[in-house]
């Protein structure tokens, strides 16, 4: 039996907050305000799903993976405006996901790479199970491939 796993979105209510503030604001703080101007392209972290031409999003860097090792690493993500934080079912993959070609980084507990890997998103569920196959491996963080933007934690089930 295939070990399962789950997706984990970044939570809406961190980024509440910055909606509030004027573009000058979010300026100071790094972030910036733009508009999604095709589909897809703009894959929100919290929603899991790419954004609609003409939809607002925040652009800002984000701690993805905040541990006391040599891999502790931030960068970009998108944020739209109204997100709702995913929760995708166990062994669920949402379409964002499934439409790109994807990175897989692979930790154990104390935050240090165990393997990695590149995936086409619809071969995604089967390598998610082949790196959890392994106990050292605590969790995955996937990344777009090619501009290595983060989008999700996958954790085990």
Not at 13 to 41: C, H, M, Q, T, Y
Not at 138 to 143: D, G, I, K, R
């Amino acid at each position: 039996m295939s070990p399962s796993f789950r997706i984990v979105a970044l939570d809406a209510e961190r980024f509440a907050p910055l909606w509030a503030l004027d573009n000058e604001e979010l300026r100071a703080r790094g972030v910036r305000r733009i508009v999604a101007d095709s589909k897809p392209g703009a894959p929100c972290r919290v929603s899991l799903v790419d954004a609609e031409p003409g939809e607002r999003l925040l652009l800002l860097n984000f701690a993805h993976h905040d541990v006391d090792s040599p891999y502790r690493s931030s960068g970009p993500i998108l944020v739209r405006e109204h997100a709702v934080t995913a929760r995708p079912a166990v062994n669920e993959i949402p379409d964002m996901l499934r439409a790109r070609l994807l990175s897989l980084r692979a930790y154990d507990e104390k935050g240090m790479l165990v393997d990695s890997d590149i995936a086409e998103g619809g071969a995604l569920d089967a390598r998610l199970s082949s790196l959890f196959a392994d106990p050292d491996v605590a969790y995955v963080h996937l990344h777009n491939a090619r501009p290595g933007c983060f989008n999700c934690r996958v954790e085990r089930a």
